[in-house]
């Protein structure tokens, strides 16, 4: 891949998602996919979620299993009265 440079328009996108960029105790480097859709350009869930899909059946062409590289996560969610629900 070319160097990204500042004047470059990927440079914006570059930044963002290495702002967005999480790292685990052991210094394994992960992204929430959630985050990455806008920094990508997915206005909505549902138009990213397909591309999380095509992925993880490229990963499944190419003999690796999705569930090393993607994995499925839960959020809880505020609901009325304190309530919360994943």
């Known amino acids: 891949m070319d160097e990204v440079t500042p004047a470059d328009p990927r440079h914006h996108t570059m930044?963002?998602?290495e702002e967005a960029k999480r790292i685990t105790k052991d210094g394994v480097e992960y992204w929430m996919a959630r985050e990455l859709g806008p920094?990508?350009?997915?206005?909505?869930?549902g138009k990213f979620e397909p591309f999380i899909d095509r992925a993880k059946a490229a990963l499944r062409a190419n003999g690796r299993d999705p569930s090393h590289q993607i994995v499925q996560t839960g959020k809880m969610m505020e609901r009325g009265g304190g309530a919360q629900k994943e």
């Open 39 to 45: 920094i990508l350009g997915y206005e909505t869930w």
């Open 15 to 17: 930044e963002r998602l």
